[in-house]
């Protein structure tokens, strides 16, 4: 069964960083893509980022260049840093394992998900 758990969340004001972390187990960590999307109240999840096996990057155009993530294959883990966070960033952030190697922007990729994470952006 695989296992994803996200950390790093909270509440900080625009302009402010943060780094999430999703720390996963079950699976072979290494040979799957994963990515992060995030739910704002009233809204449908969104796209935010993923990062292939081997370290492509695909970014959602609102996050484009504010946002990197990455992983350590070595510690089962995907990070999101988030800078220049914006007030329109609030949301519950979740990190997904996808279903193939090379990271994908489509949900229906992705067959495990985490709890998520509340990241709160004050103005």
């Known amino acids: 069964q695989v296992q994803l758990v996200e950390s790093g969340g909270g509440v900080v004001q625009a302009g402010d960083s943060l780094r999430l972390s999703c720390a996963a187990s079950g699976r072979t960590f290494s040979s799957y893509a994963m990515g992060w999307f995030r739910q704002a109240p009233g809204k449908e999840r969104e796209f935010v980022a993923a990062?292939?096996?081997?370290?492509?990057?695909r970014y959602a155009d609102s996050v484009k260049g504010r946002f990197t993530i990455s992983r350590d294959n070595a510690k089962n883990t995907v990070y999101l840093q988030m800078n220049s966070l914006k007030p329109e960033d609030t949301a519950v952030y979740s990190c997904?394992?996808?279903?193939?190697?090379?990271?994908?922007?489509?949900?229906?990729?992705?067959?495990?998900w985490g709890q998520g994470t509340q990241v709160t952006v004050s103005s």
């Open positions: 997904a394992s996808d279903s193939g190697p090379h990271g994908s922007s489509r949900l229906s990729q992705y067959n495990y």
């Open positions: 990062i292939s096996w081997n370290g492509n990057t």
